[in-house]
């Protein structure tokens, strides 16, 4: 999708317009939408509005994040050099019934060694 070519390249501006320019015309974003959109804004270690797409744009779409989405927002915070941050998303799994994955844990596990 055009929004995952964004995601190859970290034009996060771009693929949040084509989320919104979606949601215009009447196509509902789901999860896929937003973790492209979320892969998109850690390329450009946006992680702030990585964060923001998890916490505020899923949720006005009605999309309940799974540990994927997670994962793509920890992952954008691991980039960006925020592995406090990283650790904070962790926490915020429970508020949406999620735990941790072995994903999860390898991208922790990989930033701590770093």
Known sequence: ??????????NWEKALLLVVDMASKGIEPNEITFMAAIRACAEARQWERALLILTDD????????????????????????KLERAMQVVDMMADFNCSPDVRTVTTLLHAVVK
């Open 58 to 81: 899923m949720a006005e779409y009605g999309v309940v994040p799974t540990a994927k989405s997670f994962n793509a927002v920890i992952s954008a915070c691991v980039k960006s050099g």
């Open 1 to 10: 999708s055009a929004i995952n070519a964004c995601a190859r390249v970290g």
